[in-house]
C-alpha cells in the first residue's frame, strides 16, 4: 500500500530536501549506503572480500540533465577502479552503472553521450580486470539501455545487464541475451510501473522470475541472480544443479546491509555471492526505493525520528 506513494516521493523533489535535512535520516542511510567518497567504498570492499564475498559498486546518482555532472560521475568511476587497484582489490571486482547518470537523459544527443561515457568506464574497468553490468532503470529507458549494451559489448563482451522480471517483455529479453558470455543480473524490479507494461501482483512478478531463471539457467550466458527472496534463491540453486552450473558459471547478488548474513551463509556454501554497494552523496532516490520495498524499513526510519 505504501510503495506507490514512496516510489513517487523517491521522484520529488520537494520530498528530497525535506528527508535530505532531517539529521536522523543519516544513521538509518548507513545502513544501505557504504559512503560518501571513495576510501569509504574501498573500505567495505575490503570488509566484505575478508568474507568470502564479491562486490558490484554504484556510485549512486542518476537523471542528470547536466553534462558536466555525467563527466564527474565517469570520473568518479575512473577514481575507484584506480583506488581499488592500488589497494588489490580491483580484479574480479564489478561495478554498476545507470546509464541516467552517465548523461542518457541529457537534451541534445543523451544516448550517443551515455555511449561514450560508459566506454570511458568500461576502459578503466577492462585496464584493472573489472567487469560493468549496466543498470535497468524505469520502463521507459529499457530499449535506449539494451541499444546502449549491444553497442558496448561489441568492443566490451564482457559488459552484462540488468533485466526486471516484473516487466512483462522480459522473457523475451531473457531468450534473446542468454547467449554466450552474456552477463544477465535478474532482479524483480524496483520502479512503480504501469499494468500495461508491468506485472502488478507479487505473485505473478514470482512466477515471471521463476520463467525468466529457468531460461537464463538453460542458456549459455552467466545469469546473475539478484534477489534476497529464499524461495526465489532456492529455485534458483535447483535450476543450477538442474542446468549442471558450477560455482563459477552463474552467481547470487544481494544488496548492501539487505540479509547480510545469507550473504556470507551463500558464499560459505561455496557459490558466488555478489554485494551491491552504493556510495556517494546521491543516496536519495536509492533509499526511498530500499523502503518502499519492505514497510519494516519505514517503520525503522521512522523510529530513528522519533527517538531524536
Ligand atoms: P522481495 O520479494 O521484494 O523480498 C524478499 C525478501 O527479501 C523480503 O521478505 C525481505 O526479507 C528481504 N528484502 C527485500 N527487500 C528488502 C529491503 N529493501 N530491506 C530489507 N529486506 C528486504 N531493481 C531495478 O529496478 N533495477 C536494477 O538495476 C536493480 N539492480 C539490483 C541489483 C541487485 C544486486 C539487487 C539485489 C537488486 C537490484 N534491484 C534493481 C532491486 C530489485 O529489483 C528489487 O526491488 C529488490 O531486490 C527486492 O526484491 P527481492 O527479489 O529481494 O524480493
Given at each position: 500500500m505504501l510503495r506507490?506513494?514512496l516510489?513517487?516521493?523517491?521522484?520529488?523533489?520537494?520530498?528530497?530536501?525535506?528527508?535530505?535535512?532531517?539529521?536522523?535520516?543519516?544513521?538509518v542511510?548507513?545502513r544501505f549506503?557504504?559512503?560518501?567518497?571513495?576510501?569509504?567504498?574501498?573500505?567495505?570492499?575490503?570488509?566484505?572480500?575478508?568474507?568470502?564475498?564479491?562486490?558490484?559498486?554504484?556510485?549512486?546518482?542518476?537523471?542528470?540533465?547536466?553534462?558536466?555532472?555525467?563527466?564527474?560521475?565517469?570520473?568518479?568511476?575512473?577514481?575507484?577502479?584506480?583506488?581499488?587497484?592500488?589497494?588489490?582489490?580491483?580484479?574480479?571486482?564489478?561495478?554498476?552503472?545507470?546509464?541516467?547518470?552517465?548523461?542518457?537523459?541529457?537534451?541534445?544527443?543523451?544516448?550517443?553521450?551515455?555511449?561514450?561515457?560508459?566506454?570511458?568506464?568500461?576502459?578503466?574497468?577492462?585496464?584493472?580486470?573489472?567487469?560493468?553490468?549496466?543498470?535497468?532503470?524505469?520502463?521507459?529507458?529499457?530499449?535506449?539501455?539494451?541499444?546502449?549494451?549491444?553497442?558496448?559489448?561489441?568492443?566490451?563482451?564482457?559488459?552484462?545487464?540488468?533485466?526486471?522480471?516484473?516487466?512483462?517483455?522480459?522473457?523475451?529479453?531473457?531468450?534473446?541475451?542468454?547467449?554466450?558470455?552474456?552477463?544477465?543480473?535478474?532482479?524483480?524490479?524496483?520502479?512503480?510501473?504501469?499494468?500495461?507494461?508491468?506485472?502488478?501482483?507479487?505473485?505473478?512478478?514470482?512466477?515471471?522470475?521463476?520463467?525468466?531463471?529457468?531460461?537464463?539457467?538453460?542458456?549459455?550466458?552467466?545469469?546473475?541472480?539478484?534477489?534476497h527472496d529464499?524461495?526465489?534463491?532456492?529455485?534458483?540453486?535447483?535450476?543450477?544443479?538442474?542446468?549442471?552450473?558450477?560455482?563459477?558459471?552463474?552467481?547470487?547478488?544481494?544488496l548492501?546491509g539487505i540479509r547480510?548474513?545469507?550473504?556470507?551463509?551463500?558464499?560459505?556454501?561455496?557459490?558466488?555471492?555478489?554485494?551491491?554497494?552504493?556510495?556517494?552523496?546521491?543516496?536519495?532516490?536509492?533509499f526511498m526505493r530500499r523502503l518502499a520495498e519492505r514497510p519494516a524499513n519505514l517503520a525503522f526510519f521512522l523510529r530513528g525520528l522519533a527517538?531524536?
Amino acid at each position: 500500500m505504501l510503495r506507490a506513494p514512496l516510489l513517487a516521493a523517491a521522484r520529488s523533489r520537494r520530498m528530497r530536501k525535506l528527508v535530505e535535512v532531517v539529521p536522523a535520516t543519516r544513521s538509518v542511510v548507513s545502513r544501505f549506503v557504504a559512503g560518501s567518497k571513495t576510501p569509504d567504498a574501498a573500505r567495505v570492499v575490503r570488509e566484505l572480500a575478508d568474507d568470502g564475498l564479491r562486490v558490484t559498486l554504484d556510485h549512486l546518482g542518476e537523471d542528470t540533465t547536466d553534462a558536466e555532472q555525467a563527466a564527474t560521475t565517469v570520473r568518479a568511476y575512473e577514481e575507484l577502479l584506480s583506488a581499488l587497484a592500488a589497494d588489490g582489490l580491483a580484479f574480479g571486482a564489478d561495478v554498476s552503472v545507470k546509464l541516467s547518470a552517465v548523461g542518457q537523459f541529457l537534451p541534445a544527443d543523451g544516448e550517443k553521450v551515455a555511449l561514450e561515457n560508459a566506454r570511458k568506464i568500461c576502459a578503466a574497468a577492462e585496464a584493472v580486470g573489472a567487469t560493468v553490468t549496466l543498470d535497468m532503470e524505469d520502463h521507459t529507458t529499457t530499449d535506449s539501455t539494451l541499444g546502449i549494451l549491444r553497442e558496448l559489448r561489441t568492443e566490451y563482451p564482457w559488459v552484462g545487464a540488468v533485466l526486471q522480471a516484473y516487466l512483462r517483455r522480459t522473457e523475451q529479453d531473457c531468450r534473446e541475451l542468454a547467449s554466450e558470455g552474456s552477463r544477465v543480473r535478474l532482479c524483480k524490479g524496483a520502479y512503480a510501473e504501469p499494468e500495461e507494461v508491468a506485472f502488478q501482483d507479487k505473485s505473478e512478478v514470482d512466477k515471471s522470475y521463476v520463467r525468466c531463471l529457468k531460461i537464463l539457467m538453460q542458456g549459455k550466458g552467466y545469469p546473475m541472480v539478484a534477489s534476497h527472496d529464499p524461495r526465489m534463491i532456492a529455485i534458483a540453486e535447483k535450476l543450477a544443479m538442474d542446468a549442471d552450473r558450477k560455482a563459477d558459471d552463474h552467481e547470487f547478488q544481494m544488496l548492501y546491509g539487505i540479509r547480510p548474513e545469507e550473504q556470507r551463509r551463500i558464499a560459505g556454501d561455496g557459490k558466488t555471492m555478489r554485494v551491491y554497494v552504493p556510495y556517494g552523496d546521491e543516496w536519495y532516490g536509492y533509499f526511498m526505493r530500499r523502503l518502499a520495498e519492505r514497510p519494516a524499513n519505514l517503520a525503522f526510519f521512522l523510529r530513528g525520528l522519533a527517538t531524536r
